[in-house]
């Protein structure tokens, strides 16, 4: 897929568990093969990370039988099939493989694009001819010349599997289809206007309007390679019901750096985008891609010298089908599919929702706490759902030990876990109650739960725990400060910080000093944070 080119001015933060942030740039602000290059890590090792990457975010698909049930509705992808098992046993072609002149008005009857009785419209048998070729492209129907030097076509092996619903055929057969409009729909904007005249009349290449020719099919990839991009991470990230985008909104997000208004060049920008975009993400639509309602023509004659994205985007809000003649685009799954295969074929990571779920516990919380792109409360949710509460939390509690850099990450994802799984996990909390490394976490969620008898822990066990805790949260936000100091705040400092911080440089803990750094960096009160930077100065002189 093509680099973006949609700006950015602004960058929100993150970074690594411990020391330095790297700056995180916003998903617009990237070429594509940028966006799509996972990191190798949290910056839990020396390695730098690219300050350019960005994550795709996991999606969540419908199985791939009913991804397949989807394709074979898809109006274009049926005509083709038809079309192939209509040549059985053979069909006579030109010699170009297309149909004959006396079969193409039967083609579009058999489709049902033209009635059955009278002459067949013209688009109608446009569009079975149209049929006809993409079932040519997928070889649905083979083109051969039998021993007395006649064009026939027959059916192509894989007919027969994809109307019997092959899931992996059909999707196969789809995400072939799909690519072959989506670059017919480029190839289609890069046509140069008739007014601009035909070649030179010497008849000698004019290399100067082929150079033109290609970079406007270039930039017309890359525009549509930006806009399935956004509408990727739209749908990844909108509720149920509401992944439908305006197409002025989606060219604004293209085209607008990140916290601007857009500019009165800006807005003409947004129009020429919206424009761009339409006839293409219309011909997606015709292949499942997209669901895709086109911009009313008629509105660039009732705005009278006012470009339409003015109104779409302007102050006075409009009602909901005045807004839609704008246009509206929703990626639907099998858009989400598509963009995903591409992705992976081009060797990016774009992870599914509940992926990380299908292993055991101690895979589950590995690859939580190592994937940078997840979201770990949808794989909680998708492993515990449906396993037996005390054994899942023994197998999870199990995974969580260690004293890795990832460990305390997994008791705090652990933890989490036992809140999804409820009370039935108790009797495998209070297994571990004297456990130095869980105890203290489980006593609190035990205690959450306003659970009788839970045992107050030993002072050692509360300050290991706290270090661990804190520890987990270095891990999980990447220092975000705003977080981080809330956290602090919270801390049982006595009015004797010396003593408590005394005690807390002593816990035997990989992410000791780490924790003390963080809380003199961060805490609002001048003595407490003295007191734990010179805590901090001892942790790490002990070792």
């Known amino acids: 897929m093509a680099g973006r080119r949609r700006k950015n001015a602004g960058a929100d933060s993150a970074g690594g568990p411990a020391e330095g942030a790297v700056e995180a740039v916003l998903p617009a602000d990237l070429e594509l093969q940028d966006l799509y290059g996972a990191f190798a890590a949290h910056g839990l090792d020396d390695e730098d990370l690219d300050d350019s990457a960005v994550l795709v975010p996991p999606v969540r698909l419908p199985s791939e039988d009913e991804l397949a049930a989807q394709a074979k509705a898809v109006p274009m992808f049926g005509y083709a099939l038809q079309l192939a098992r209509w040549t059985a046993p053979h069909r006579p072609v030109d010699e170009l493989g297309d149909l004959t002149g006396p079969d193409r008005a039967p083609a579009a009857r058999l489709l049902g694009l033209a009635p059955e009785e009278g002459e067949a419209p013209e688009e109608a048998v446009v569009e079975a001819m149209r049929a006809w070729s993409l079932a040519c492209d997928l070889d649905l129907i083979e083109i051969g010349t039998t021993a007395a030097g006649e064009h026939v076509a027959i059916p192509g092996p894989d007919l027969e599997p994809a109307e019997q619903g092959d899931a992996e055929t059909v999707l196969e057969l789809w995400l072939t289809a799909a690519g072959i409009v989506r670059e017919l729909a480029v190839e289609a904007d890069s046509l140069p206007d008739e007014e601009e005249g035909e070649g030179p009349e010497d008849g000698e290449e004019d290399e100067e309007r082929l150079a033109g020719v290609e970079e406007a099919r270039e930039a017309a990839a890359e525009l549509l390679d930006e806009a399935l991009q956004v509408l990727y991470e739209t749908t990844a990230f909108a509720e149920p019901g509401t992944e439908t985008v305006p197409l002025g909104v989606l060219a604004a997000l293209l085209v607008v750096p990140e916290g601007e208004e857009p500019s009165e060049e800006l807005l003409g920008d947004i129009t020429d985008v919206m424009v761009t975009l339409d006839p293409m993400l219309g011909d997606l639509a015709e292949l499942g891609l997209l669901e895709y309602r086109p911009i009313d023509p008629e509105l660039f004659d009732e705005e009278e010298g006012e470009a339409p994205v003015e109104a779409a985007l302007g102050e006075e809000p409009l009602d909901e089908e005045e807004s839609a003649r704008f246009g509206l685009v929703r990626l639907t799954p099998l858009g989400q599919y598509g963009i995903r295969q591409w992705l992976l074929e081009d060797g990016y990571d774009a992870p599914l929702v509940g992926e990380l779920a299908r292993g055991d516990a101690a895979d589950l919380l590995r690859g939580i706490c190592e994937a940078a792109n997840v979201l770990p409360e949808q794989e909680l949710l998708a492993w515990v759902t449906g396993r037996e509460p005390v054994e899942a939390a023994r197998e999870l509690l199990e995974a969580a030990r260690g004293h890795d ?136 002189s002990k070792g």
């Open 405 to 540: 850099a990832y460990a305390p990450m997994r008791r705090m994802l652990c933890q989490l876990a036992l809140g999804m799984l409820g009370p039935e996990a108790e009797p495998a909390a209070r297994e571990v109650l004297d456990d130095p490394e869980l105890g203290g976490g489980v006593r609190a969620w035990l205690t959450s739960l306003d659970a009788a008898d839970v045992p107050a822990p030993e002072r050692s066990m509360a300050l290991w725990t706290v270090i661990d805790t804190f520890a987990a949260q270095l891990l999980d936000t990447g220092g975000d400060a705003e977080l981080l100091r809330e956290l602090i705040t919270g801390l049982p400092v006595t009015d004797n910080p010396a003593s408590y911080f005394g005690e807390l440089w002593r816990v035997d803990h990989p992410y000791t000093a780490d924790v003390l750094e963080a809380v003199g960096e961060l805490h609002l009160d001048r003595t407490v944070a003295k007191e734990a930077r010179k805590a901090a100065f001892k942790a790490r």
